[in-house]
């Protein structure tokens, strides 16, 4: 989720607030605390729900939630209550309006060294053929060593039987595996890396 408001941008896949183009600093249960706000705007939610979301069988001392809203207006300028609005006698809400960026489909590119392969929908086969997407001219690596099956909810990789095998992160695959961005492949002793392009095409008022 990619969320525009005032003159800041929340990207919660990337874990990243920026105001303009500098990033801002939260911690990790703070930035916790504005994506659940975000996600659930413009509704306001009870401290007892946040606590349950944000400290999910743990006890904390009551001050905890207020210190946390405290860091999220300080580094949102937010001393009018404009973002993070207090209900009172309740718990709070996300009040800035907001739009929602629409994700475009994935393309997808594999990384070896100095090269880019840029990878269809559908099969991708990786070996030394010259017919292969993805063309390793290596002799750790099969004619048909393995193949890269692309669709719309993602990547997945299946080994072709080949004689020095394909692994992610160490770990040996053999029949069709789910890959996600910046993973690690290697085939027979070479390494790549797959990448995912997720620009925004159009945006969605929230």
Not at 99 to 124: R, Y
Not at 172 to 198: E, K, M, N, P, S
Request: one cysteine or more; aromatic letters at 8%.
């Amino acid at each position: 989720m990619r969320v525009r408001f005032n003159q800041f941008v929340f990207d919660t896949d990337r874990h990243e607030l920026w105001r303009g183009s500098e990033p801002l600093r939260l911690t990790p249960k703070a930035f916790r605390l504005l994506q659940i706000l975000v996600e659930n705007r413009p509704k306001a939610l009870a401290q007892k729900e946040l606590y349950d979301l944000l400290w999910p069988d743990t006890f904390v001392d009551p001050s905890n939630i207020h210190n946390l809203v405290y860091q999220l207006r300080e580094a949102l300028d937010d001393g009018g209550q404009a973002i993070i609005h207090t209900v009172y006698g309740f718990g709070f809400s996300f009040a800035a309006a907001a739009i929602e960026d629409a994700p475009k489909a994935c393309s997808w590119t594999m990384i070896v060294s100095d090269l880019q392969f840029d990878l269809h929908e559908g099969e991708n086969i990786v070996g030394r053929e010259k017919d292969a997407t993805v063309r390793l001219d290596d002799p750790s690596v099969s004619r048909h060593h393995a193949r890269l099956i692309v669709a719309a909810d993602g990547v997945s990789l299946e080994d072709l039987g080949s004689k020095n095998g394909t692994s992610v992160h160490g770990r040996r695959v053999r029949t069709l595996d789910r890959l996600a961005d910046g993973d690690t492949i290697v085939f027979g002793t070479v390494a790549a890396t797959l990448r995912a392009d997720r620009g925004a095409t159009s945006t969605q008022t929230a």
